[in-house]
Each structure stands twice: as structure tokens, then as C-alpha cells.
Nanobody
Framework: QVQLVESGGGLVQAGGSLRLSCVAS????????MGWFLQAPGKEREFVAS????????YYADSVKGRFTISRDNAENTVYLQMNSLKPQDTAVYYC????????????????????WGQGTPVTVSS
């Protein structure tokens, strides 16, 4: 089992920044990729970004390219999501997820490609 704990969410004004963290513990050696997803009120969960543990290759949703950066610290089993130029439409609960799949045709952009999920951290962007 892998446990994921997110932190760093909060309230920020439009144009501001936040950095989310996700600490992985347990049997993390079997995980290949970490991802971030968001779920806005009344909407389905959607992909934000993913990163491979091995070489740090990252994938992003078009909506966050140029504003968000995903990174990882292998020694600390931690993944980060730096969010800049935040917009009110970024308001959502942000979830960290871990995948056991070593390959993906989607850049690990689908929920079904992930095996473990955190509880989420809320982000509210005020206008």
C-alpha cells in the first residue's frame, strides 16, 4: 500500500501563487508516476499534471501549461505542484495520485491509470 498526504492548499487572490506538496509513504518503490488532479465544485475530477519518478519527465493539461510546474524530490518521496498566475477557475480540491503503470499512451492523464489517491487539499482563488 501507498499512502499519500497533500498539503499547501488555501485561499489566494487571483494572480497569486501556491505550492502544493504530496508526501508518499509505504511501498513507494513500485510506483512509476505521480500525478495531480483537480475537482471543481459540481464537476468531474480532471487531470492537471504528472511526473515520472525516474527522469522527471512531466506532462501537463493545456489549461495549466505555462502557469503550473510539477516537480519531485526522490529522496523525500515528495511531489510538488507550483501554481502561479492563479485564476478563479482554478478553484478546486487538488488530489495527488500514484501510478504503478510504467507506460501510458495518455501521459498518465486518466484516473484509471492511478492506483492510490490522497484525500485532497482545497484551493480557493478569489477574484
Amino acid at each position: 500500500q501507498v499512502q499519500l498526504v497533500e498539503s499547501g492548499g488555501g485561499l489566494v487572490q487571483a494572480g497569486g501563487s501556491l505550492r502544493l506538496s504530496c508526501v508518499a509513504s509505504g511501498r513507494t518503490l513500485g510506483t512509476y508516476v505521480m500525478g495531480w488532479f483537480l475537482q471543481a465544485p459540481g464537476k468531474e475530477r480532471e487531470f492537471v499534471a504528472s511526473i515520472t519518478w525516474s527522469d522527471g519527465h512531466a506532462y501537463y493539461a493545456d489549461s495549466v501549461k505555462g502557469r503550473f510546474t510539477i516537480s519531485r524530490d526522490n529522496a523525500e518521496n515528495t511531489v510538488y505542484l507550483q501554481m502561479n498566475s492563479l485564476k478563479p477557475q482554478d478553484t478546486a480540491v487538488y488530489y495527488c495520485a500514484a501510478s504503478l503503470h510504467s507506460t501510458s499512451a495518455t501521459g498518465w492523464a486518466r484516473e484509471y491509470e492511478y492506483n492510490y489517491w490522497g484525500q485532497g487539499t482545497p484551493v480557493t482563488v478569489s477574484s
